[in-house]
């Protein structure tokens, strides 16, 4: 073996049923001894609420895997949680994700991957951007690294329209909130109520959904 090459560590496998998915990389898995253990999905980094495209990499990652038996290989703890890879019948559900266009490859511990691995997480993000699946509709969509370290001013879809002053809002745009997942559009009853924390633009109502909102029922 070359004296650099990356290990593999995997120190524990914890097998269970997924009875939550919280978000893009994060889901509850309940062990055989019916306790539940929050997973983080290692080496790749979904977006976060209130990002685009969140609720989206939810929903693929509940169609994949939630009332299912997996797999976790892992090595470590953190915060409650432990980091790990999901298997599911052997199929890498993190690289899945990655696959989709619905979560980034976490480089910053890609030196925690065996060479294989690590191109092979490479090329499923760079054949998702090439095909502009998932979040990479957006041209440049803000890693949730930055945002979590900027917070939503950094997003680009929660900053406010420039020509938008304080408590008004532009004729024809489309309102979300964050909180709801809602979207509304003039004329709904409730257009300019959403509280301005809680306020997501969008240009067209498709962007809106793509972005995991649903329409306001009370809107013609």
Not at 2 to 21: A, F, W, Y
Not at 191 to 198: E, V
Not at 209 to 220: H, I, K, L, V, Y
Request: charged share 30%.
């Amino acid at each position: 073996r070359q004296r650099n090459s990356p290990r593999r560590h995997v120190d524990k496998t914890l097998s269970g049923r997924v009875i939550r998915v919280t978000d893009g990389d994060t889901i509850t898995v309940l062990n055989y001894q019916n306790v539940p253990q929050v997973i983080r999905l290692k080496r790749i980094d979904a977006p976060e609420r209130a990002q685009y495209f969140s609720n989206v990499s939810r929903r693929h990652l509940a169609e994949l895997i939630e009332g299912k038996q997996v797999d976790v290989e892992y090595d470590k703890a953190e915060r409650g949680r432990i980091i790990g890879k999901v298997l599911m019948n052997g199929q890498d559900i993190c690289l899945e994700q990655i696959t989709a266009g619905l979560a980034w490859h976490f480089r910053y511990f890609e030196k925690e991957q065996t060479s294989s691995e690590r191109k092979q997480y490479a090329a499923a993000e760079l054949r998702a951007r090439s095909a502009k699946l998932g979040l990479w509709q957006s041209a440049s969509p803000t890693p949730p690294w930055d945002f979590r370290h900027n917070g939503s001013k950094s997003d680009e879809l929660s900053r406010p329209l420039e020509s938008r002053s304080e408590g008004s809002v532009s004729n024809g745009q489309i309102i979300g909130n964050r909180r709801s997942m809602i979207y509304h559009w003039p004329g709904c009853p409730y257009y300019n109520d959403i509280a301005q924390g809680n306020r997501v633009y969008f240009n067209t109502r498709e962007d809106a959904e793509r972005a995991g909102f649903r329409a306001a029922r009370n809107c013609n």
